[in-house]
Nanobody
Framework: QVHLVESGGGSVQAGGSLRLSCAASGYTYSTYCMGWFRQAPGKEREGVAAIDSDGRTISADSVKGRFTISKDNAKNTLYLQMNSLKPEDTAMYYC?????????????????WGQGTQVTVSS
């Protein structure tokens, strides 16, 4: 069974930092595109960042320069380093497993999802 478990969320003041982690199990972790997504109440799910099997990354314009996605294949763990946090970053953050042969921020192309971790940024 594929399991993805996020951790590291919490409450932080604007300008602060958090690092989210996603522990993966049940599959060959390094083979897949892995992504972070977020969803705030009343808004559509938004792709945040993704990383492919070669370590190449893509990120949304809204977080570019502030968030960094990375992974540790030996630990089967995905990370999202979040710096210079803004109130508009407040959302539930999810990690997800995507395609094998390409990477994307289109949520419909990701088949397995974690339970989410809440990030709240206060002004």
């Amino acid at each position: 069974q594929v399991h993805l478990v996020e951790s590291g969320g919490g409450s932080v003041q604007a300008g602060g930092s958090l690092r989210l982690s996603c522990a993966a199990s049940g599959y060959t972790y390094s083979t897949y595109c892995m992504g972070w997504f977020r969803q705030a109440p009343g808004k559509e799910r938004e792709g945040v960042a993704a990383i492919d099997s070669d370590g190449r990354t893509i990120s949304a314009d809204s977080v570019k320069g502030r968030f960094t996605i990375s992974k540790d294949n030996a630990k089967n763990t995905l990370y999202l380093q979040m710096n210079s946090l803004k109130p508009e970053d407040t959302a539930m953050y999810y990690c997800a497993r995507g395609p094998v042969h390409y990477c994307t921020l289109v949520s419909a192309l990701f088949g397995y999802w974690g339970q989410g971790t809440q990030v709240t940024v206060s002004s």
